[in-house]
């Protein structure tokens, strides 16, 4: 089978493996989306090749001949033993962390905090090849009004919008800022509005802000034009936000995160980014009142919870997927997503 690799030094190969083998509790999926995800472009792409051998955070390497991508979605084609709930011809997204399945963490559905967990795309092959092997307990059934890419998605980025404004607890005509609008921000900024906020979206970028007028964001901020704390009230009626998600990942976008927030407000940092931040805690967060969190990912089970709500309430994000190519034109989708293509990019089967 086909598979791309990325090496670092921003290059990504084209090679022929071997197709997977089912073992027990494991299925083979027949791929048909394989998203890119920021997190590749710096944890991976980027990496120096000299370095990609490197632990990049703690339990997590970087291993150069594992198949990219942490965004699965396909078909089942063969199942291992102990495997009852799927079959073959079912339509599947991947969860991309992998747990033992055994300690607390698993056992509440929270494969991201397991001590011995695996990565899709990272430490184990993930979605960028013909084939991929998957643990069946990782894979949540994908309902038939969503695609194949949205799937994907799910899989990472827009699960990750999705269940950050779920740990913000987001309410009724409450107003959301949303600091960064690459594919994360735009997905919570699209499921903001379809919940009934006003949205407030915070970008550099004038293609990133056009973009997101048109798919959930109300008013559109450019952080380097004015100060983005005086902005959002002078569109909110002269409070702060009610909920703000920092998508953005570096250090001036979380700092405005916080200064967008109104008294008693909440905020959810969701980005990773490779530089620290520093915060002025008592005027920041103390005098504010603001209650902060982390939002990593979702819970594998939410992954399932989340696929069955967005079919059930109608919600598309394929519009937000703006560049599909094919496995052969891999390395130029990593170029093209490596310089800023706007909206979300995937490598798709048809």
């Excluded at 989306?33 to 472009?41: E, K, M, P, R």
């Excluded at 109608?314 to 997927?321: A, E, R, S």
């Excluded at 496995?327 to 048809?350: C, E, H, I, T, Y």
Aim: contains cysteine; negative net charge; hydrophobic residues 40%.
């Amino acid at each position: 089978m086909r598979a791309v690799l990325l090496p670092g030094d921003r290059q990504a190969r084209i090679v022929e493996l071997d197709k997977p083998t089912p073992g027990p509790g494991q299925v083979v999926i027949e791929v048909k989306a394989a998203g890119l995800c920021g997190s590749d472009i710096h944890m991976l792409y980027r990496v120096p090749a000299a370095e990609r051998r490197q632990e990049i955070m703690k339990g997590l390497s970087i291993d150069p001949d594992i198949v990219g991508s942490h965004e699965p979605a396909g078909v089942v084609t063969e199942v291992g033993s102990g495997v009852t709930h799927l079959r073959p011809g079912d339509r599947v997204a991947v969860a991309h962390l992998s747990g033992c399945g055994v300690c607390l963490s698993c056992r509440r559905g929270w494969d991201i905090d397991c001590p011995d967990k695996t990565t899709y795309g990272f430490d184990r092959h993930g979605a960028m090849a013909d084939f991929m092997l998957a643990e069946a307990k990782d894979c949540a059934i994908l309902p038939p009004s969503i695609s194949f890419a949205e799937g994907a998605f799910y899989a990472c980025g827009a699960g990750t919008g999705y269940w950050a404004l779920r740990r913000g607890q987001l309410g009724p005509s409450e107003t959301v800022t949303i600091v960064g609008l690459g594919p994360v921000g735009v997905a919570a900024a699209y499921f903001a509005k379809q919940a009934g906020a006003w949205v407030i979206g915070v970008d550099p970028v004038a293609e990133r802000r056009e973009f997101a007028l048109s798919h959930g964001v109300d008013v559109a901020i450019d952080p380097t034009t004015t100060t983005v704390g005086e902005a959002v009230q002078e569109h909110n009626g002269g409070q702060g936000a009610d909920l703000v998600i920092d998508a953005s990942g570096v250090s001036a976008g979380r700092s405005a995160a916080l200064d967008a927030a109104r008294t008693w407000g909440r905020v959810v940092f969701v980005g990773f980014g490779d530089d620290a931040t520093t915060l002025d805690i008592g005027a920041q967060i103390i005098q504010k009142q603001l209650t902060v969190l982390g939002a990593w990912v979702y819970s594998t089970p939410d992954l399932q919870q989340m696929l069955h709500d967005v079919a059930r309430r109608g919600y598309c994000v394929q519009p937000l997927i703006l560049h599909e190519y094919d496995l052969a034109d891999a390395p130029q989708a990593w170029r093209d997503f490596d310089a800023g293509s706007l909206g979300k990019s995937m490598v798709v089967w048809r």
